[in-house]
């Protein structure tokens, strides 16, 4: 298990930006895979967006690309996400998970991000 702990979620207006970070302990980072996932208030969990152990090779949903970068510093064990233009409709709890394999099983307790129009 790795213990994964989410930072920098708050209020924010419309059009503007927050970088998420996420510090993992407890295993070697750079053997995991990473994710942010969000929830909005009546929604299920989407995927946001997704990045391979070596950091190479990233993924996102169609709603947040070229607004979003995920990122990671294995010397740092943490990974960012750094949210741009940033819409109301990307209001959620945002959650950083981990892999292994297949499945993200590793997860944050989750933050808020707040975006006023």
């Known amino acids: 298990q790795v213990q994964l702990v989410e930072s920098g979620g708050g209020l924010v207006q419309a059009g503007g930006s927050l970088r998420l970070s996420c510090a993992a302990s407890?295993?070697?980072?750079?053997?995991?895979?990473m994710a942010w996932f969000r929830q909005a208030p009546g929604k299920e969990r989407e995927f946001v967006a997704s990045?391979?152990?070596?950091?190479?090779?990233?993924n996102y949903v169609d709603s947040v690309k070229g607004r979003f970068t995920i990122s990671r510093d294995n010397a740092k064990n943490t990974v960012y996400l750094q949210m741009n233009f940033l819409k109301p409709e990307d209001t959620a709890v945002y959650y950083c998970?981990?892999?292994?394999?297949?499945?993200?099983?590793?997860w944050g307790q989750g933050i808020q991000v707040t975006v006023a129009s």
């Open positions: 998970a981990a892999r292994l394999t297949t499945n993200y099983d590793n």
């Open positions: 407890g295993r070697t980072f750079s053997n995991y895979d």
């Open positions: 990045i391979r152990k070596i950091g190479i090779f990233t």
